[in-house]
């Protein structure tokens, strides 16, 4: 019994004993330069008669439209798909695709 308990009183000391030795903090690490993945887009401002469009565009892909009227809000031009077809979003939360998951069914 004495011995186990010896062992135990070891087993919990150990960690304490180990953090002594390694009171030394590890080195920060160098700091990198931010790296961004996502190339930036291409911008192209077109102005018309009774609207302002601006065009943006990743390696030659149209995939927004914004569009500033003269008169009324501006809105966007969005192509969810990458298909070419444009759906109208006006702010920034409509047109959500809301998870309709069953997690429970009586």
């Known amino acids: ?7 135990l009183s070891l087993f919990i000391a150990l960690p304490a004993v180990s953090a002594e ?6 080195p920060m690490p160098a ?4 790296t961004t993945d996502a190339p930036a887009p291409d911008i192209r401002v077109i102005e018309r008669g009774n609207a302002t469009l601006t065009e943006y565009r990743i390696h030659g892909h149209l995939y927004q439209i914004k569009v500033v ?4 809000q ?3 031009l969005v192509d969810p798909a990458g298909q070419g077809n444009f759906v109208r979003q006006s702010g920034p939360t409509e047109n959500i695709a809301v998870p309709r998951w ?5």
């Open 31 to 34: 700091e990198a330069a931010p």
């Open 74 to 76: 501006p809105y966007f």
């Open 69 to 72: 009227p003269v008169v009324g």
């Open 1 to 7: 019994m004495r011995s186990l308990i010896f062992s």
């Open 102 to 106: 069953v997690l429970f069914r009586w």
């Open 21 to 26: 030795v390694a009171d030394a903090p590890p």
